[in-house]
């Protein structure tokens, strides 16, 4: 999947009112992550490395111990293990993560749903 239409890519609701859409390669995924308003992702850690940029809407994100109100532009870095939350406070939000290695729980939901996606249009 060299070229990516994210329109044609379903969202998978992984948390009230956060939803995702993970194409991923051998060794890079990128999570396009869409929140409404008051969404949270709670405070959570995995040993994936994570980078994102925030695209739309506001967000205040923690990680580690410090907490920030980020806007549109805004670029954020997770070591792997450090905890880390995101709540929409502006919303719709719009980011976009990119893990290393890819993340396996994110990579099973995609590749269910989209490989069932993939079996009703044949």
Do not use: C, W
């Not at 040993?47 to 809407?57: A, D, F, K, S, T």
């Not at 450090?82 to 890819?102: N, Q, R, T």
């Amino acid at each position: 999947m060299p070229f990516i239409d994210i329109d044609r890519i379903p969202a998978i609701e992984v948390l009230p009112g956060v939803r995702i859409r993970a194409p991923h390669g051998t060794n890079l995924m990128l999570s396009y992550l869409e929140m409404e308003q008051g969404a949270v992702v709670p405070l959570h850690s995995h040993p994936h490395e994570q980078g994102g940029i925030l695209i739309r809407g506001k967000m205040e994100l923690t990680i580690g111990e410090e907490t920030r109100t980020v806007e549109p532009g805004a670029m954020f870095l997770v070591p792997s293990n450090v905890p880390h939350k995101a709540v929409a406070i502006e919303g719709p939000m719009l980011a976009l993560d990119v893990f290393s290695p890819v993340r396996e729980d994110y990579a099973a939901l995609f590749n269910k749903y989209i490989g069932a996606v993939d079996a009703k249009r044949e």
